[in-house]
């Protein structure tokens, strides 16, 4: 059981927008910042986004973050199915003195 | 370019110890904060131990307190992780991640870089 929430999967067409929810409490995303990784299959994890919206260099500006609350949401437009992976948030816990993770969403495109 | 290679993992049995090392290179080491994720097969990410730029903060995740120690050393580029009591469900694929900031616990912890990882098994 983790400690933040994301779907278990999610799948949307070629072209398409999709967007991955993660919810927490006040403890961690209510006062942390939240980060997003991609990993792709038999890879290691790659940072999408930090800082809820600020996404590093060489990541297309495809991908998007925003929080609200205790919630943090990656979006990604013009789906390709390169981005076919699995999709963890990630943040410090401050009750849990942890960096702490969601499950991760499957991401599937059609 | 930036490179973290992880080393030392194996086959181990329940309640031996193993040592990890990750050798950094490509970036300023004593910069940042650097920590230890894990990953059982087919499961998400475990977020195990970090520790600042000077060692001077180091923080666990509950499930090895007390059991695993995070070390480094900035001379050497190397990160490491010393792993006792080891448990059966201890077995995951081990990653070195660098932190964006020189401190541990900030926050603020991102990983923007990776390692391969190393692949720990605890079993008899």
């Known amino acids: 059981q983790s400690v933040l929430t994301q779907p278990p999967s999610v799948s949307a067409a070629p072209g398409q927008k999709v967007t991955i929810s993660c919810s927490g409490s006040?403890?961690?995303?209510?006062?942390?910042?939240v980060s997003w990784y991609q990993q792709l299959p038999g890879t290691a994890p790659k940072l999408l986004i930090y800082?809820?919206?600020k996404r590093p260099s060489g990541i297309p500006d495809r991908f998007s973050g925003s929080k609200s609350g205790t919630s943090a949401t990656l979006g990604i437009t013009g789906l390709q199915t390169g981005d076919e992976a699995d999709y963890y948030c990630?943040?410090?816990?401050?009750?849990?003195?942890?960096?702490?993770f969601g499950g991760g969403t499957k991401l599937t495109v059609l | 370019e930036v490179h973290l290679v992880e080393s030392g993992g194996g086959l181990v049995q329940p309640g031996r110890s193993l040592r990890l090392s990750c050798a950094a290179s490509?970036?300023?080491?004593?910069?940042?904060?650097m920590h230890w994720v894990r990953q059982a097969s087919g499961k998400g990410l475990e977020w195990v131990s970090g520790?600042?730029?000077?060692?001077?903060?180091?923080d666990y995740a509950d499930s090895v307190k007390g059991r695993f120690t995070i070390s480094r050393d900035n001379a050497k580029k190397s990160l490491y992780l010393q792993m006792n009591s080891l448990r059966a469900e201890d077995t995951a694929l081990y990653y070195c991640?660098?932190?964006?900031?020189?401190?541990?616990?900030?926050?603020?912890?991102?990983?923007?870089?990776w390692g391969q990882g190393t692949l720990v098994t605890v079993s008899s």
């Open positions: 991640a660098k932190d964006m900031s020189p401190y541990s616990g900030s926050g603020s912890d991102y990983f923007d870089y």
């Open positions: 490509g970036f300023t080491f004593d910069d940042y904060a």
């Open positions: 520790i600042s730029w000077n060692s001077g903060s180091k």
């Open positions: 006040s403890s961690n995303i209510g006062n942390n910042y």
């Open positions: 800082e809820n919206i």
């Open positions: 990630g943040t410090w816990d401050s009750s849990l003195n942890a960096v702490v």
